[in-house]
């Protein structure tokens, strides 16, 4: 395969979940695309999830099994042990979309620092639930998430140069600010205008919704001031009226 294609650091954090661990894995072991490193950071499960993972341990480039302090730490350390040009993060029940989406992403465009794409919901019995309620913006910078997380993180390839470490004192919503930092620093940002993740829902952001959404607030006053933030969320709190109306329940 051409030696000038982009390496790309898949990074899994995972902690006791031993039924959603190797979908994951396998979506990610059925790429077609060569210059691939996978990184699973596991929080020393305890209910056979490394087992799973020592299945396929062939196929994972580096496994980190040790105590952290949250999900955001055990990030920051995949973050760390990446050597790829690029990175994502495809948490423990999350899938790649199909086998050559890793191939379609970095075909659609060269040395962008900031590639992305649409993702399917799904739920634990892998049935697809359809797409997220914010459908991503045809053009993204770091302004576009003023109305909300319009991009899906697992959906989301950062060049490893733009990616800092996330900061920790957000539990739950410490993504949202990576990629605005991410974003801000970025001069080439491609939509890749196809499905490239599926995603779990019903994780812990959605379980602890109010702290997340503090938690968003606080990060959307710090990039995009007071005023302008309460203008926004205005804005976002028609929008989902309306869009409950329309439809009579809620997607992420």
Known sequence: MNKLLPKVSVITVVYNDVQGIEYTIRSVMKQ???ELEYI??????????????????????????????GIYDAMN?????????????????????????????????????????????IDEERNILGNRRHSVPPRFNWKSFRYGMNICHQAIYVKRSLAEPYDLQY?????????????????????????????????????????????????????????????NHGVMAARLILYRLKHGKTRE
Do not use: C
Not at 88 to 115: P, R
């Open 40 to 69: 699973i950071v596991d929080g020393l499960s305890t209910d056979g999830t490394l087992d799973v993972i020592n299945q396929y341990r062939e196929e994972v480039s580096k496994l980190i099994s040790e105590k952290d302090n």
């Open 171 to 231: 539990q739950l919503s410490a993504d949202v600010d990576w990629v605005i930092r991410a974003a801000k620093k970025a001069n080439k940002i491609k939509n890749v205008n196809q499905h490239v993740a599926k995603y779990l829902v019903g994780g812990m952001t959605q379980k602890r919704h109010r702290q997340s959404l503090n938690e968003r607030y606080t990060i959307f006053k710090k990039h995009y001031g007071t005023f302008p933030n309460i203008v």
């Open 32 to 34: 077609t695309y060569a």
């Open 77 to 121: 350390k995949g973050l760390a042990a990446a050597t790829g040009d690029y990175v994502l993060f495809l948490n423990s029940g999350d899938e790649l979309y199909e086998d050559m989406t890793l191939e379609k992403v970095f075909s659609s465009a060269e040395n962008a620092d900031i590639y992305y794409g649409e993702t399917l919901l």
